[in-house]
T-cell receptor, first 113, second 118 residues
């Protein structure tokens, strides 16, 4: 079963615009991570936010976390064609459970040149 | 090597055949994970190794799935008597730290092995 649910499922924007993706999860967590997957490739780690953090930046990426609502958002500013990919949030499970990260279904982002 | 290497990249099997998928993690990485990713879905956890010990296999969908990591480095995921519903991309990931709870463990993924069962 999948812990997280990203929305929207698909997003198409013009190059240069900002892209916002949301993730909701079900159980309490230690950390939340965002990964990117280009077509036919493995996942690449983008950014990690701890449960005691509310916002984090890395280059053109901004992540927020609201543990009271069990939700996170990923903002990509000044999008580029190379940002076209699927984006997944991933959580661990506070208190144990499966040892692996649990991924959402992903948001497929298309940047129109 | 510099990254996580998986082979074969593509495998076509007839229903009922056995397949073996190989993962070569980053040297020195303690943790190794296998995930299954169906088309258009996120990765789903299959199993976890800490060195050579398989500590969690709660995600393996049936007893036809078997994974091993005998020397704590290379791992093999074996699927016996493949079925059409086994068609998916099988992703391997490794990390330096044990598990995902301790610290903030970031996973490095391989490119995956795409299995198609006819």
């Amino acid at each position: 079963s999948q812990q997280g649910e990203e929305d929207p499922q698909a997003l198409s924007i013009q190059e240069g615009e900002n892209a916002t993706m949301n993730c909701s999860y079900k159980t309490s967590i230690n950390n939340l991570q965002w990964y990117r997957q280009n077509s036919g490739r493995g996942l690449v780690h983008l950014i990690l936010i701890r449960s005691n953090e509310r916002e984090k930046h890395s280059g053109r990426l901004r992540v927020t976390l609201d543990t009271s609502k069990k939700s996170s958002s990923l903002l990509i500013t000044a999008s580029r064609a190379a940002d076209t990919a699927s984006y997944f949030c991933a959580t661990d499970a506070l208190g144990g459970g499966a040892d692996g990260l649990t991924f959402g279904k992903g948001t497929h982002l298309i940047i129109q040149p | 090597g510099a990254g996580v290497s998986q082979s074969p990249r593509y495998k076509v099997a007839k229903r009922g055949q056995d397949v073996a998928l190989r993962c070569d993690p980053i040297s020195g990485h303690v943790s190794l994970f296998w995930y299954q990713q169906a088309l258009g879905q996120g990765p789903e956890f299959l199993t976890y190794f800490q060195n050579e010990a398989q500590l969690d296999k709660s995600g393996l969908p049936s007893d036809r799935f078997f994974a091993e990591r005998p020397e704590g480095s290379v791992s093999t995921l074996k699927i016996q008597r493949t079925q059409q519903e086994d068609s998916a991309v099988y992703l391997c990931a490794s990390s330096y730290l044990p598990g995902v709870i301790s610290g903030a463990n970031v996973l490095t993924f391989g490119a995956g092995s795409r299995l198609t069962v006819l």
